[in-house]
């Protein structure tokens, strides 16, 4: 018997981080606007010399900065899983509110009626081509519905991937259970 092993989760975002970066600083011009028209018409001096524009403006950064864009504009993610010592598939969850700028109170649904791709991993397919065709299933993935519209984050996979042994990896669910495989060597 093999134990199912979940090995990664790729996120998905409604836009990428530069352009949340754009949106956050045309955000960030509307709500300063008022106290530069106001601080212009009382002093020659350069508004950032004012207090309520330093604190206004470090408000909105804490609160909306590029820096929460990972954790709050989340709107799904990929799981990456080996369902046994031959194939690997991907299950996604969405979230389940209409995305818009405003993400708040998110909830996440599993999305097992559709299909996203598993796969076939023969004995002799090295640690590094398996990393590669599973880099090109999920590029082709992000071309498709729904995710096409919105940002896939590769970057930790792409920096975490070609350092993992993909084949040992697809070994742990028969290691757990002490299964011996001619196919792939003896389990200690």
Known sequence: MYQTIYFFEIPIYRVSQEQYGREVETEKDKLLAPIRT??????????????????AKNNFDREHGTHVWRYNQ?????????????????DYYWVKERITKKLKNKHFRYCFEEKTFQLDIPPAMTSNDIYILLQQHIEELMKKEPFRKYYVDLELFQNIGPCIDWRALLDVGLHRHGIQSSTYGEVP
């Open 38 to 55: 106001v601080w212009n018409s009382l002093s020659s001096e350069p508004m950032e010399t004012s207090e309520a524009y330093q604190y």
């Open 74 to 90: 989340a709107i799904g993610w990929l799981r990456l899983f080996a369902s046994d010592h031959s194939h690997i598939r991907v």
